[in-house]
């Protein structure tokens, strides 16, 4: 996957599903970062844009920061990250059992 076909949330939650997906595990951005400029991330692009999508990650209850020291955040996961796949769109996703459990494409938005 790249970012070309996948947007940088869906990216990042599937790092967090694959990689730190135990609400005991912690994790920074730097962390994350650099899975995803493994995964083709547009070399343009610096940890400080990833800022916002962590940001979101939090607000949808996905993700909760833990410690911060200048600009590399730590998190833990609310709970278990399971994988969807949803039946209108046919996106692959993944999500918080305590988050909404709809399909996070704008296009979409049905419920799972």
């Not at 940890?47 to 939090?58: G, R, S």
């Not at 909760?64 to 796949?85: C, G, L, M, S, Y």
Request: charged content about 25%; some cysteine.
């Amino acid at each position: 996957m790249t970012t070309q076909t996948v947007t940088i949330p869906i990216q990042i939650r599937k790092i967090i599903f694959e990689k730190f997906n135990d609400p005991n595990l912690r994790f920074t951005n730097d962390e994350i970062f650099e899975f995803l400029q493994g995964n083709g991330l547009d070399s343009s692009l610096t940890i400080d844009d990833m800022e916002t999508y962590f940001k979101q990650l939090h607000d949808d209850g996905l993700i909760r920061p833990i410690a911060q020291n200048f600009t590399t955040q730590w998190f833990k996961i609310f709970d278990v990250i399971e994988k969807h796949n949803c039946k209108s769109c046919n996106q692959e996703f993944y999500l918080g059992k305590l988050e909404p459990q709809v399909c996070p494409n704008s296009q979409c938005k049905a419920t799972i």
